[in-house]
């Protein structure tokens, strides 16, 4: 089913004129279940310094298994070395007869069935955590998860003999912690698979194949059952409130100053402070990440592989709802920027507002939250608000172009990609939810998504599945799947939060009307554009 309405993504191009670092285009792009984003970013691609850069490394855990308990298990960041799996990880001479290709002790590809077979546990043996995220992240690309869980519950039901008359308690006993960790790794960390009754069948299917063998199973199972079902309804709470939230948004124009409206208010009556209001940014876009499943970044590319005879998974559903309503709240935020500083009557006050959202920039910056950070500095950047000659001349800009550089696009966004792995560290190292915060530009990371699964072929002409390539798909998103687990630590103020969410926005046509009744045009092109709008918007002559 397709979504036929577009969405856009501003996107930094080039340096501009004028002092100023950006240009942006908007890009409009439909969703659909094909592909929620192709070719989102292909302006970049041909712009110097916009290459596709090496994802980052990441620390070295090892994850030890006891074949007596339950198998230990890792935060996302820390599943994977820079080679890949932790260095312990070695393949054996079977592995390599069984379909498992390695290169420098590192697994790179292999059939569907075989990396199926090297997912499911034994008795003495457990899956890598780095490789169970990156196989299941990635395996939706080649077999519906439901169809997944059935032929790992399948195998583990033949290969632990769960179908005898008489089961093998001793055996069972040291299997059964292990198929246990799995499944709850698994609904732990893509919680949306099991909102299909298939996926929980089968899950408690195999749980009451185990559980005769020891009682404790059944309680492990209902607390498996009843975390994901909290999870699941948590999420749901969290969809709902973002569809009421956009059904209530008005995006149509608002009135101008000959005609006041008394709905409309601007930001500065309901937030002065630009520390208190990046804070409530950083409410809303962790709210919002938080409700986005890792399984999106792969469900947002997907498309048809040439050498797969079958037909695409999930050609019958749209899968990337939360990524593209949180595409959606950084487009709306850019546009919220440029109205409120469109909006005042006297060049005064607009320069008070845009010094007021240069401030809101640099403590989201210190916050470590870029997606609004970008957001901001793209409203500012939009033409509407860059026209704006006299009411810059107002301005204190020495900050705003820090900001600036910063974000400066060269050299594929050097300068925030150094702050971004800066913010990185300081998570890792730290210790309050105020430091570990970690909110990166969004669009970018789509971008660097997008590239590497455009460059690399889901199968290699074998037929083999390449998971080299998934292994770097899984090291991104695993990155972005931690930040967006911090729990903010600022008080939210519910006022605040309505009016980001809810406030009358201009359309892009309103913009330049507003900027054009604010400073006149000053060349030909203008003064046409200005009397087009002011005839179709107002119908005034």
Not at 234 to 252: C, H, M, P, Y
């Given at each position: ?18 002092g100023r670092i950006f240009s942006y285009v908007q890009l409009e792009v439909p969703f659909c279940s094909l592909g929620v ?131 093998d308690k001793a055996r069972i006993r040291k299997f059964g912690p292990k198929i246990l960790q799995l499944l709850t790794e ?193 409203g500012m950047n939009m033409s509407p608000v860059s026209r704006l000659k006299k009411t810059w001349s107002k301005v204190k ?145």
């Amino acid at each position: 089913m397709e979504n036929e309405h577009p969405f856009q993504i501003p996107l930094p191009i080039s340096c501009g004129a004028q002092g100023r670092i950006f240009s942006y285009v908007q890009l409009e792009v439909p969703f659909c279940s094909l592909g929620v984003l192709p070719l989102i970013l292909s302006l970049c691609s041909s712009e110097k310094g916009l290459a596709l850069s090496k994802p980052p490394t990441f620390s070295i855990i090892q994850t030890t298994v006891s074949t007596e308990g339950m198998p230990q298990t890792l935060s996302s960041t820390s599943m994977f070395t820079p080679c890949g799996f932790s260095p312990h990880l070695h393949t054996s001479k079977e592995d390599e007869q069984g379909g498992l290709i390695f290169q420098d002790g590192n697994l790179t590809s292999a059939s569907l069935d075989a990396l199926i077979q090297h997912l499911i546990p034994t008795t003495d043996y457990y899956p890598e955590k780095a490789y169970i995220f990156t196989f299941l992240l990635s395996s939706r690309l080649f077999i519906e998860p439901h169809e997944l869980l059935s032929r790992v519950c399948h195998k583990c039901i033949e290969q632990q003999r769960l179908d005898d008359p008489v089961l093998d308690k001793a055996r069972i006993r040291k299997f059964g912690p292990k198929i246990l960790q799995l499944l709850t790794e698994w609904t732990e960390t893509f919680p949306y698979d099991f909102q299909e009754e298939r996926m929980i069948g089968h899950l408690k299917d195999m749980i009451h194949r185990i559980a005769p063998c020891d009682e404790a199973y059944w309680k492990k199972m209902n607390q498996l059952l009843q975390t994901l079902n909290q999870k699941l309804a948590t999420l749901s709470r969290g969809q709902e409130g973002i569809v009421k939230i956009s059904a209530a948004v008005s995006d149509k124009l608002v009135a101008f100053k000959s005609k006041p409206p008394s709905i409309q208010r601007e930001i500065l009556s309901v937030c002065s402070d630009p520390y208190t209001l990046a804070q409530q940014l950083t409410h809303v876009e962790l709210e919002r990440l938080s409700h986005i499943g890792p399984e999106e970044f792969v469900q947002a590319f997907v498309h048809k592989d040439p050498l797969d005879g079958t037909k695409t998974c999930f050609s019958e559903q749209k899968k990337t709802s939360n990524l593209e309503a949180y595409v959606k709240w950084f487009n709306r935020l850019c546009y919220l920027v440029a109205t409120e500083i469109c909006m005042p009557a006297k060049k005064k006050q607009r320069a008070q507002v845009i010094e007021f959202f240069i401030d809101v920039a640099r403590e989201c910056f210190n916050i470590g939250n870029f997606n609004s950070l970008m957001a901001i500095i793209s409203g500012m950047n939009m033409s509407p608000v860059s026209r704006l000659k006299k009411t810059w001349s107002k301005v204190k800009t020495a900050k705003f172009f820090i900001l600036e550089h910063q974000m400066d696009p060269t050299g594929n966004f050097y300068n925030y990609r150094t702050a971004l792995r800066g913010a990185a560290h300081r998570s890792l190292t730290a210790h309050s939810n105020r430091e570990k915060i970690v909110i990166p530009f969004f669009s970018l990371l789509i971008k660097d998504i997008y590239f590497l699964n455009e460059g690399c072929a889901n199968r290699l002409p074998n037929g083999h599945v390449n998971f080299e390539k998934f292994l770097e798909l899984a090291k991104q998103v695993g990155e972005f799947i931690t930040w967006k687990q911090v729990e903010c630590p600022f008080e939210q103020d519910p006022n605040i939060i309505h009016y980001l969410h809810t406030a009358p926005i201009f359309t892009e046509d309103g913009l330049y009307l507003a900027s054009y009744e604010s400073e006149s045009p000053e060349n030909q092109t203008e003064k046409d554009r200005w009397k087009s709008l002011r005839s179709t918007i107002l119908g005034k002559t």
